[in-house]
């Protein structure tokens, strides 16, 4: 029997028709069929066409009924099933090339997505095509109407550098992990009685303080949230340097760092948190001041802010956000009592650690914040 | 204003006298020869076509026409055929000038005249299905009247022609075609132009035809008046074909015939001969006729002095 | 004598009106008299009941118009029919360079009161020759009315309408558009109806109930084609259009567009035609409305011009389908504005 095959390829039916759809299969795949005998049924925009065979054989699908192809490619084989396994591991990606028909939306409609980055899959038209009013209409819904055109908004100002760095800096941090967040409501009994303790020695200790006093004697037990996921390796900080949120009056943010917290006495930690806070405050922050902190916290203690959500510094597994200090009723066999507490947020990168290790975290925290008193 | 009312030559019918048809066919020379000489002088722009050596028949031919009810239609060549249907040397000249005083206030010019019942048009071929059209229509009124339709030998180059001989005789309408055959259309003479006899074309679309020769105004006026009776009372198509030699050129310059054919034409020019005929007369009236011509180009030269 | 419910029968009854009113109608052409009467059959039982007046003519074009214009030199009133329009330019001689012109150069001192009837159009797999619409040809010319009627309008009357007019007039009907029922109006818009002095062959404005997104312009056979472009994009892109159904092709009816814009804020505007648009009907009603828009001082339209492909009508109905426009060319030519 000969190996020739012969290959059914979509035709042109019209001058301007380049894509041809497949609508049913008149003869099953695999069966035989002789010359001139009715295999397909095709269509395109303004003709359709049944295609014979040229050739006697078995038939063999190159695509499902449904498939619009551009015109050329292979609808069918005819021929001896051994030479048409061959033909088709050599044909061309046509099959793959089997396009989608082209999207049902107008030239204008296409134009002004484009210019917006939006997926024409999103929009809804109203009607079989998506009109250009569709796109206008779901642009103005999002907000992301093009900026200048706008009248509801003035330009104000240009964006400060410091501004910008900051904008670069969240936004590749978001983009670098996945992050996502845990709230734990930490006991401050034992950070007042501190902070009072220390008062009572002269010494005016801020809560921040306490806190990252508390974080150098946990965070040593918890390397994920001192580490970094990049190019498919992980890096582990060698030291606990913890970087904290301080806002100059003008309202710039900056992030100036403690380190090797671990080492440091809570006397030592409230030092430097307020020398480094004073430099912020006339930003005379310089180099040594900022960068290559394992880890941020950041503390908002307006009243009523229950809690917060921090965003991650770049290089950082984790940033711990502090909300402000409330009393709550706590029932016990004596009876109502109220204690200081504060929701603590862990923003986190599940890439490095999962919520059960960082509940661990916040609950290890919560016991160096607030030691056994001792007997 | 009534001094260019006098500007008119005096038309002549079946009882004129020869030297009346002389005075009206000298007129129409001499005022074609002015008008080559104005074109000449660059006083005049456009085109116009002269029908210097044909003005027998014109003269004729209407001369036989009842002008209270007949039609007639004439073509690119129609001076000879107005100014024998009405006489109006000025209001012609001054359309030719473009003068708004001017027979069409100077829309149509040499080649689209409209006075009363004469119509003509430059398009060639075309005014003969015109005619048919008029006819008919004086036909449904039933007052007896003929439309005289002038075509060239050259016409019958013209598809519509035919279909209109095939038409007036088919629907048996009262038209004479009166059919000047010079020899020539343009440049080209008839024998490289119409392949058999002319006259014979009117048998096969069973037209009563008559060949003459042109040259004489009597014999010709008798003619005419024969087929026009003819045709007002069978109400049915005839035709006439008159020979003449066109002595000028088609239009202005453009006369490709060489001197010694040229000579030969003018030595039997048929005005001449009519001139003879015209007897003593002939001198007072060539002088008349200068006249005549001279004020009406000084009036068609002169300002305008009335809107 | 009841209402008739075609564009035939409304053009035959309007013709043999006209002959029963007027007794200077003089009707000629092909093949016009009874049994036959005529190709299309417009002037059936006119020949028996007006004998005389309906004349049946040799297959001369140019010699018909040629005779119908000197009638109507000498007070007739005739009205010729011209078989097929494709066959129009045979006396095109006769129209452009007689009929339309005697007037004019002959310093207004005659009347050339001359109507020239004949069907244009495709759709019929009649081939090159025969399914043509030649009428574009002939708009512009000065001294020559082109007017076309259509199924929402009295064909009848516009003929009658032609024939009270002094000059010559070109009414170009329809091969397909003879069977088409007459209809006042259409669901879903409110029917206007336009005419006035300058422009005396009405204009019909469909506006639909909702405030029209678009204007579709067309005239003659483009009509229902036209109509159920109109019904397809409000079903199934929720796009109102306005139709503006023009029945004077020539000249432009320039005051009715005008009151057309002044009446609507559209911003887009898709002329319809069965000829190929180039230097065609829709050229001109576009360049027409931007004056108007202009003058108007009136935001920025969208244009589009829907006809025939730049090539011969096939005769093969599926190869004619493809040249000649179809629903689907006026949606996607109105889509592609939005």
Redesign the interface.
Known sequence: MSDDIWILRAPRLTANDDFVTLTRWITLDGSSVAVGQPIAEIETEKATAELSADATGTLLHAVPAGTTVPIGAALAYVGNAAAIEAARRNEPATRAAAVAAPAKATAKARALAARHGIDLADVNPQGDTVKERDVARYVAERGAADIDDDPRRELVADASAHQLRVARDLRSAMQAGIFTTLAYRLDLRGPERMIAAELADGRATPLLAVLLHALGKTLPAFPALRSVLAHGKIYRYRAIDIAFAARSPAGELHAPVVRGVERLSLQHTARECARLAKRAMRGKLDAKDVGGACFTVSLISTPNVESFVALPTPLQAAVLALGATRQEVEWTAAGAAARPVATATVTYDHALCDGVAVAEFCAALDRALNPEPAP | MSARDELRLAVTDRASALADHYRLACGIRSFEQLLLDQFALGRVAGTTHTCIGQEIAAVAVTAALDRTRDCVFSNHRGHGHFLAYCGEVFPLLAEIFGRPDGVCGGRGGSQHLHLRNFYSNGVLGGSVGNAAGVAFAEKQRRDGAVTCAWLGDGSFGEGVVYETMNIASLWRLPILFAVEANGIAQTTPTEQQLAGDLARRCDAFDIPVEEISGTDVMQTLAAAAHAVDAVRAEQRPRCLVSRATRLGPHSKGDDTRGPAQLQAAWASDPLAALRRQAGAAADAIDRDVAALMQKTLAAALAERADA | MSRPTSVLASLNAGLRAALAEDARVIVLGEDLLDPYGGAFKVTRGLSSDFPGRV?A??I?E??I????????????R?VAEIMFGDFLFLAG??IV??AA??R????Q??RVPLVIRTPMGGRRGYGPTHSQSLEKHFLGVPGLWVAAPHPLIDPGALVRQAIEIDDPVLVIENKIGYGEPLRDEVAGYETVRIADEQAPFATVWLKPHAPADGLLLCYGGMTPIALEAARHLRE????DLGLVIVSQLAPTPVSHLDAIMAGTETAVVVTVEEAPPEGGWGAEIIATIERIRDARRRGAIAYRRVGAKRAAVPSAR?LE??VLPQV?DIAAAV????
Not at chain 3, 65 to 76: D, E, F, I, P
């Open positions: 004349l003519t040799p001369s140019a010699g118009v040629a005779v119908a214009t000197g009638m109507a030199l000498r007070g007739l005739p001689d006769q360079n007689h012109k005697y004019a150069m002959f310093n001192q005659v199934r892109e929720r796009l599926a389908d493809d689907g889509l592609d504005c939005f």
